[in-house]
Nanobody, 127 residues
Framework: QVQLAESGGGSVQAGGSLRLSCAAS????????MGWFRQAPGKEREGVAA?????????SADSVKGRFTISLDNAKNTVLWLQMNSLKPEDTAMYYC???????????????????WGRGTQVTVSS
C-alpha cells in the first residue's frame, strides 16, 4: 500500500492560485491512475482531476476545466501536482490525492475507483 502526503494548501482570495503537491512513498508505475479529489463540509467527496501514469492522458471535472492542471513528476513518478488558477470560493474544500487502477483503459473521477488516499490539505478561497 503506497503512502501519500499532500501539501500546499492555504488561504487565498478569489482569482488567486495555489499549487498542491502529493508525495508518494514509492515509485508509481505506468498504467496506474493518480487523482485529486475534494470534499467540502456537508458534501460528498468529488473527483477533480486524474492522470493515467505513463501517458499524457488527463481527466478533469467540468467545474475545473481550464483552471486546474494535474501533472506528474515523470522523472521520479513520486510527486503529483495540481496547479489551481483562477480560484473561486466554491473551490474551498479539503483536497486529497489518491491512487487507483484503470478501468477499461481509462481513469475515472469516481472516488470509489481509488484505494490509497492521503490525509488531505485544506484550501480556502475567500471572496
Amino acid at each position: 500500500q503506497v503512502q501519500l502526503a499532500e501539501s500546499g494548501g492555504g488561504s487565498v482570495q478569489a482569482g488567486g492560485s495555489l499549487r498542491l503537491s502529493c508525495a508518494a512513498s514509492e515509485y508509481i508505475y505506468s498504467g496506474k491512475c493518480m487523482g485529486w479529489f475534494r470534499q467540502a463540509p456537508g458534501k460528498e467527496r468529488e473527483g477533480v482531476a486524474a492522470i493515467y501514469t505513463g501517458t499524457t492522458y488527463t481527466y478533469s471535472a467540468d467545474s475545473v476545466k481550464g483552471r486546474f492542471t494535474i501533472s506528474l513528476d515523470n522523472a521520479k513518478n513520486t510527486v503529483l501536482w495540481l496547479q489551481m488558477n483562477s480560484l473561486k470560493p466554491e473551490d474551498t474544500a479539503m483536497y486529497y490525492c489518491a491512487t487507483g487502477r484503470t478501468y477499461g483503459g481509462h481513469c475515472g473521477l469516481a472516488p470509489s475507483r481509488y484505494n490509497d488516499w492521503g490525509r488531505g490539505t485544506q484550501v480556502t478561497v475567500s471572496s
